[in-house]
T-cell receptor, first 112, second 115 residues
Framework: ETGVTQTPRHLVMGMTNKKSLKCEQHLGHNAMYWYKQSAKKPLELMFV???????ENNSVPSRFSPECPNSSHLFLHLHTLQPEDSALYLC???????????FGPGTRLTVT | TQLLEQSPQFLSIQEGENLTVYCNSSSVFSSLQWYRQEPGEGPVLLVT?????EVKKLKRLTFQFGDARKDSSLHITAAQPGDTGLYLC???????????????FGKGTLLTVNP
């Protein structure tokens, strides 16, 4: 499999649930990103990992917890989310931080 | 303040028309990328431009990087319904030390091409 993959593609969860989003890149890149994209809003950068270290956290609520166990995998752990967290969550990777990014297909999250 | 301004925000045209969308900034970028995103999918990289004044063509799409590397344009000739999507530009900026780069996205132009 090539490129950037994300699972699941769709997720519906209640506000008390705990779930995780998974991202995997097969490009040999060293930087990975999580973005949130809400309807009619621009891309919001959430987290940046470079060489498996978190280098950026853009004031994201603690109910979102990222994990990067190695340079190919990135997780976003979710707990006690709010309905306004419903959005398309996109993962991306790049050769190095700041270089052109390659995106996964996204996870469409609905919080009920 | 948005670092990268894209215009127009929305554009609806008929099949066969030509169009140009713009990406402007007061900052100088080391490189600039254009992406297209279809509903419910992730953005797909179309092109990267690096040199001031550079022009790249991808079938009916022509991308130009401004001479000062502060702006870019995307021109589509004879638009087709398959060109419909959100067009995003993103610029790469280095920090004051010149060793760390950050990619910043514009808000995008939502293009609809009607058959």
């Amino acid at each position: 499999e090539t490129g950037v993959t994300q699972t699941p593609r769709h997720l519906v969860m209640g506000m008390t649930n705990k779930k995780s989003l998974k991202c995997e890149q097969h490009l040999g890149h060293n930087a990975m990103y999580w973005y949130k994209q809400s309807a009619k809003k621009p891309l919001e950068l959430m987290f940046v990992y470079s060489l498996e270290e978190r280098v950026e956290n853009n004031s994201v609520p603690s109910r979102f917890s990222p994990e990067c166990p190695n340079s190919s995998h990135l997780f976003l752990h979710l707990h006690t989310l709010q309905p306004e967290d419903s959005a398309l969550y996109l993962c991306a990777s790049s050769r190095l931080q700041g270089y052109e990014q390659y995106f996964g297909p996204g996870t469409r999250l609905t919080v009920t | 303040t948005q670092l990268l301004e894209q215009s127009p925000q929305f554009l609806s045209i008929q099949e066969g028309e030509n169009l140009t969308v713009y990406c402007n900034s007061s900052s100088v970028f080391s490189s600039l990328q254009w992406y297209r995103q279809e509903p419910g999918e992730g953005p797909v990289l179309l092109v990267t431009v690096v040199t001031g004044g550079e022009v790249k063509k991808l079938k009916r799409l022509t991308f130009q990087f401004g001479d000062a590397r502060k702006d870019s344009s995307l021109h589509i000739t004879a638009a087709q319904p398959g060109d419909t999507g959100l067009y995003l530009c993103a610029g790469s900026l280095s920090d004051s030390g010149g060793s760390n780069y950050k990619l910043t996205f514009g808000k995008g132009t939502l293009l609809t091409v009607n058959p």
